[in-house]
T-cell receptor, first 114, second 109 residues
Framework: IAGITQAPTSQILAAGRRMTLRCTQD?????MYWYRQDLGLGLRLIHY???????GKGEVPDGYSVSRANTDDFPLTLASAVPSQTSVYFC?????????????FGPGTRLTVL | GQNIDQPTEMTATEGAIVQINCTYQ??????LFWYQQHAGEAPTFLSY??LDGLEEKGRFSSFLSRSKGYSYLLLKELQMKDSASYLC??????????WGAGTKLIIKP
C-alpha cells in the first residue's frame, strides 16, 4: 500500500441499507478526513479525526458516523442510506490536525443510493 | 457565512498562459491552497500561500493578497495534460478547509 486507499471504488445501494466506506493510510498521518463532492459544489467536510481515538463533526455530518480505533483506518458509516447521500466520497489525511499541513486524498468512492 | 468564489469554467490554448482567480470570505485565515483534480481522480496538492505575494513552482505560480481576499493560480506554457479542475481552498480559523466549487480548465490545441 502506498498512500491512501479506499474501498469500494463504487457502489450502488438501496435506500435504507447500511453501508461502510473504508479508508486506510500507510503514511502514519495523525489526521484523517471524510469529504463528499457533489457537482457544482466544493468539497464538504463530513467528519474528521485529529488523532487516533478522537473524532469531530464537519460541515455535513448528519446521517454519517465515523470511528478511529487506530492511526491507519478511518471508516465512514451510513446507518440508513438516503438518495441525497449519492455522491463521490473522498478520504484524506494530513501529518497533523488543526494545522497547515497538506491534505492527501484517496482515489474516492462513487456511491449511488436508489 | 463562508464563501469561496471561482469561475466555473475557462478555456485556453496549448502553449498559452491562463490565470484562475479565487476570492474568499471566511471566518479567519490560516492559508490558501490550490489543488488540481483530473476528471474521475482525487485532488492533488499544487500550492500553499499564507503570506502576501507570488510563489513560483515551475510552470505554476500562485499569488495571494490577504487584504483583498484574493488569490490566483497562473499556469504557463499550457499543456494538454493541464486540462483539469483547479480547486481553491482556504484554511479557516478552526483549521478546517473551506473549498471552492472548482474551475474546469479546458485546453484546446
Amino acid at each position: 500500500i502506498a498512500g491512501i486507499t479506499q474501498a469500494p471504488t463504487s457502489q450502488i445501494l438501496a435506500a435504507g441499507r447500511r453501508m461502510t466506506l473504508r479508508c486506510t493510510q500507510d503514511m502514519r498521518h495523525n489526521a484523517m478526513y471524510w469529504y463528499r463532492q457533489d457537482l457544482g459544489l466544493g468539497l464538504r467536510l463530513i467528519h474528521y479525526s485529529n488523532t487516533a481515538g478522537t473524532t469531530g463533526k464537519g460541515e455535513v455530518p448528519d446521517g454519517y458516523s465515523v470511528s478511529r480505533a487506530n492511526t491507519d483506518d478511518f471508516p465512514l458509516t451510513l446507518a440508513s442510506a438516503v438518495p441525497s447521500q449519492t455522491s463521490v466520497y473522498f478520504c484524506a489525511s494530513s501529518e497533523g490536525g488543526l494545522s497547515t499541513d497538506t491534505q492527501y486524498f484517496g482515489p474516492g468512492t462513487r456511491l449511488t443510493v436508489l | 457565512g463562508q464563501n469561496i468564489d471561482q469561475p466555473t469554467e475557462m478555456t485556453a490554448t496549448e502553449g498559452a498562459i491562463v490565470q484562475i482567480n479565487c476570492t474568499y470570505q471566511t471566518s479567519g485565515f490560516n492559508g490558501l491552497f490550490w489543488y488540481q483534480q483530473h476528471a474521475g481522480e482525487a485532488p492533488t496538492f499544487l500550492s500553499y500561500n499564507v503570506l502576501d505575494g507570488l510563489e513560483e513552482k515551475g510552470r505554476f505560480s500562485s499569488f495571494l493578497s490577504r487584504s483583498k481576499g484574493y488569490s490566483y493560480l497562473l499556469l504557463k506554457e499550457l499543456q494538454m495534460k493541464d486540462s483539469a479542475s483547479y480547486l481553491c481552498a482556504v484554511l479557516d480559523s478552526n483549521y478546517q478547509l473551506i473549498w471552492g466549487a472548482g474551475t474546469k480548465l479546458i485546453i484546446k490545441p
